[in-house]
């Protein structure tokens, strides 16, 4: 119906509304152009950003492979890595026994390691035995998709 009204309304107006509409047009596809454009750039940063993670990462397993793959490393996480292992995990496991809606005592009878031995043992099992998550954070493609 709006099809049929606006011819004859520009043929009555004297070609008023066309330029109107022209510019409401032109408007509509510059927003969604510039819109575009934003996600394009997004996008593209992201693919820098984790190409250069990715090779970042390929560079830290090979240099773990290195160092984890010689025998003196093997050895000092059987000598240090194991026993701090152990004990950090009797320990955990008779803390979580010892809770009062489980079993409300300790079965091990495993007693935690004194003030700055105790920080020792966390520093020893964390750095052999501890695998840290990535997290990236939010991609540009995402923060563009949530920028309203």
Known sequence: M????????????????????????????TALQT?????????????????????????????KVQVYGHWINRAVMWIAGLPAAIHFGLVFI?????????LGHPVFGVPKLPAPYDTYEWAIVSSFFLIQAVHVGATNVTQWLNRK
């Open 35 to 63: 819109g575009e454009a934003g996600f394009e750039a997004a996008a593209r940063a992201d693919a820098q950003v984790m190409t250069q993670a990715l090779s970042a990462d390929i560079q830290l397993q090979v240099l």
């Open 94 to 102: 008779d803390t979580i026994l010892a809770a009062p809606g489980i």
């Open 2 to 29: 709006l099809a049929m009204i606006l011819p004859i309304l520009n043929t009555l107006l004297g070609n008023i509304i066309t330029p109107f509409v022209n510019a409401w047009v032109n408007y509509k596809q």
